[in-house]
């Protein structure tokens, strides 16, 4: 690999896989306002009208933002310009690149240099610092950094899963008031790991991933539709422009914080006592027992159906006879879209079964906390507040149609009255099903609405298995076609036969009937790819197939 074609990026608005070169980011929001952003030319101006004397202030002078919805903000008594483009939430956190102690000591030199030059965290950014140990928390005390992490706002809030899987926490009202009301699209930077729709912060429309480093520079500008490597991330209290490489610490400086501050006996000391937990486990007042004594009051761990009816023989899968289709997705539709993992909206039957079982809002909590209870988990199903079903083009959210009335329904009340009907259930979806988290709750609530079967062009591997492991049969059109192209637009009732004696890879055919009573034949591809993957499947799943093998054996 050729080391000097590295180069610093970010990734987004909302996959990871979608990298941005840092130069480029300020003509990537551009794209996405809708406005009109020439790099070239703003350079030229920089040339133009830079003095001999190579004046800082003249370059600063003659960059903008490309963003040019902005209101006045009346926010802690003061008044400030507020609007698209502007960054809401600044999150250093992770399991993974908290791991590396490079990028923190870099992250602590920035803020050093930043506090020494007199620069601020504008206030309508949300900072905080997460870091996956606290070994972090160690070598940073250590090395003297923590205060200058403090003097901007990036407070220790956490040992674990924060901004990243949504655990942000709620913005402050006047800063959501804002942004919803005026429907601007802020942005969040954060050195998580994902960034799929709606599950950093329900209201923030662009997520962008980046190191710890560009997240301490981000947060000081306060802003992402800006082009670091040009202008200014801040103004000095002498009014002069700071630039990045004012702040950006040399490989040396942070090779030699690492040497000196990252020591072996900050592990020991920390993880010899990691299952001790803090004061309030400790102090919870548990029964021992060889089974688990389950509370009907609670809200967060539930008996789980999976077993119910449960028998030592299997039933032999059969044709999936008259399903409908529950939902028509298109490409790259994550498991975050199938099972969100932070807030829980109120409005949504999640929301409504919470607040049915004595659970205020303030209580909701979030989706990943409850996944232990599967009646939140199974109306969280497919409950995205982005998830964009083309049976109710162009709305976005956890909506489909019931037919044949073809009555709009949230996705979880039209999943019970078909499954009252006795009607099963399959989705059609398109490229790259399943993508992101690994997320078992996708496949479990898929299961628990009664869809047998998805139907896509292509699935992600853990989602695929996860399928598997819950009874849902996977199946793929065949190369070349898919929902589209054989005239599929979600009203019809499917046949899928060829399903008794099934094998690895096996095709199998599909009848689709229009409301006019007209047919569509195709054929799919069966994604149980080896042995293993049948029996579990005519199990009905990993879980009854090893009970079974266990109580028999």
């Not at 609007?83 to 399991?95: H, K, L, M, Q, Y």
Request: with cysteine; glycine share 8%; net charge negative.
């Amino acid at each position: 690999m050729d080391l000097s074609t590295v180069e610093p990026c970010l990734a987004g608005p909302a996959r990871p896989q979608d990298r941005i070169l840092l130069p480029r980011i300020k003509k990537t929001f551009a794209d996405i306002l809708g406005c009109e952003y020439d790099r070239d030319a703003e350079i030229e101006a920089i040339s133009k009208f830079h003095d001999e004397s190579g004046s800082k202030t003249i370059r600063a002078n003659h960059c903008r933002p490309i963003a040019q919805r902005h209101f006045d903000l009346e926010f802690n008594g003061r008044t400030m310009k507020f609007g698209d483009g502007n960054i809401v939430i600044a999150a250093i956190t992770s399991c993974t690149n908290t791991s590396n102690p490079s990028v923190l000591m870099g992250a602590g030199l920035i803020a050093k240099k930043a506090v020494a030059k007199g620069l601020h965290v504008p206030p309508f950014v949300k900072t905080s610092l997460a870091p996956g140990s606290k070994v972090v928390l160690d070598y940073l005390e250590d090395a003297g950094l923590i205060p200058y992490f403090d003097a901007l706002g990036f407070h220790t809030a956490a040992f674990g899963c924060t901004t990243c899987i949504g655990n942000s926490g709620p913005l402050h009202p006047d800063i959501e008031k804002a942004v919803v009301e005026n429907d601007l699209n802020v942005a969040a930077v954060l050195s998580g790991n994902r960034n799929f729709e709606a599950r950093i912060h329900q209201n923030i429309k662009s997520n962008f991933l980046a190191s710890p480093m560009l997240v301490i520079l981000f947060a000081l500008a306060g802003r992402v539709d800006i082009d670091l490597t040009l202008e200014p991330v801040g103004i000095d209290p002498n009014g002069q422009p700071v630039y990045l490489e004012d702040l950006w610490p040399s490989h040396e400086q942070i090779g030699e914080l690492v040497a000196r501050h990252v020591k072996e006996e900050y592990y020991e000391k920390e993880y010899a006592k990691i299952f001790d937990g803090d004061r309030f486990w400790r102090a919870l007042d548990v029964t021992e027992s060889t089974t688990f004594g389950w509370n009907e009051a609670s809200t967060y761990i539930k008996n789980p159906p999976y077993f119910d009816g449960f028998s030592l023989t299997p039933e032999a899968p059969t044709d999936i006879d008259n399903a409908k289709a529950f939902l028509l997705l298109g490409d790259s539709v994550t498991t975050d879209h199938i099972s969100p993992a932070g807030a829980i909206p109120e409005a949504y039957p999640a929301g409504a079964y919470l607040i049915d079982n004595g659970q205020e809002k303030a209580q909701f909590n979030s989706y990943g906390s409850r996944r232990g209870n599967h009646e939140v988990m199974m109306r969280g199903t497919f409950g995205n507040i982005r998830i964009k079903n083309k049976l109710v083009d162009p709305k976005q959210g956890s909506f489909t149609l019931k037919f044949p009335e073809k009555k709009e329904l949230f996705n979880y009340d039209a999943a019970m009255a078909y499954k009252q009907e006795g009607t099963p259930l399959i989705v059609l979806g398109g490229k790259e099903y399943g993508t992101g988290s690994s997320r078992d709750w996708a496949a479990k609530g898929t299961n628990l609405l009664g869809i047998k079967a998805v139907i896509a062009q292509s699935f992600e591997r853990i989602h695929r298995n996860n399928l598997v492991g819950m009874g849902v049969l996977p199946l793929v059109f065949k190369e070349g076609e898919n929902a589209d192209s054989i005239g599929l637009d979600g009203s019809e009732t499917f046949t899928i036969s060829g399903i008794e004696n099934m094998s690895p890879r096996k095709t199998l055919n599909v009848k689709a009937v229009k409301e006019d009573g007209s047919e569509i034949a195709f054929a799919v591809i069966s994604r149980l790819d080896t042995d293993v993957d049948v029996e579990y499947f005519e199990h009905g799943g990993i879980l009854p197939c090893v009970i079974r093998k266990m109580m028999t054996e």
